[in-house]
């Protein structure tokens, strides 16, 4: 039987971004990885090396689905943001993962090229639109851009700290609202 790298490597990514989503870095086993996607531990070492490896291709592959799905659009940042929230609800494991990073690992996922590369584009467009009027200059495009971000990533909770049932299309519109109110500063 004929082996198929690509096939395997993208068992292997779609286990650990399981694994990781649900057990963080320092939970997650190997040995689960292996078991869930039909491979090895030595073939898993042998494409990513060690455990940080391995998320940091879980990671990097979450960014770069993102990045083609939720493309930033500054024409109408609050459309973004709540297509950005349906991503989420969506994929909820790229919340997850990126949470254990900066509980785990201080953000060094963050650091990572594709990361860098995303942000990058993201804040250097929304820099343009603000020079060219078509967006508040009142935060700098880097905090504009970490404050959408951050309120597509809220969860509600009532004062007791239990979950506060939220229909979803009420949190979208909230949402947006919530950016067009930050642009009209």
Avoid: C
Avoid at 46 to 65: E, M, P
Avoid at 72 to 98: N, T
Avoid at 143 to 166: C, F, K, N, Y
């Amino acid at each position: 039987m004929k082996r198929d790298a690509q096939a395997t490597r993208q068992r292997i990514l779609e286990a650990a971004t399981a694994e990781f989503a649900r057990y963080g870095i320092a939970g997650a086993r190997i040995d689960r990885i292996a078991e869930t996607s039909g491979s090895n531990k030595a073939m898993i070492y042998a494409y990513y090396h060690s455990k940080d490896q391995l998320f940091d291709a879980v990671f990097d592959a979450l960014i770069v689905r993102n990045m083609d799905d939720v493309p930033v659009d500054v024409q109408d940042l609050a459309e973004y943001a709540a297509r950005l929230f349906d991503q989420f609800q969506k994929y909820p494991e790229v919340s997850r993962i990126g949470a254990w990073d900066g509980l785990e690992r201080g953000a060094v996922g963050m650091k990572i090229e594709a990361v860098i590369e995303a942000n990058r584009h993201k804040v250097a467009e929304i820099r343009k639109a603000q020079e060219a009027g078509v967006l508040s200059a009142t935060f700098p495009p880097n905090i504009l851009l970490d404050l959408v971000i951050a309120l597509t990533q809220t969860r509600p909770l009532l004062m007791d700290g239990s979950e506060q049932e939220t229909d979803d299309a009420q949190r979208r519109q909230a949402i947006k609202d919530a950016v067009n109110a930050l642009l009209r500063q």
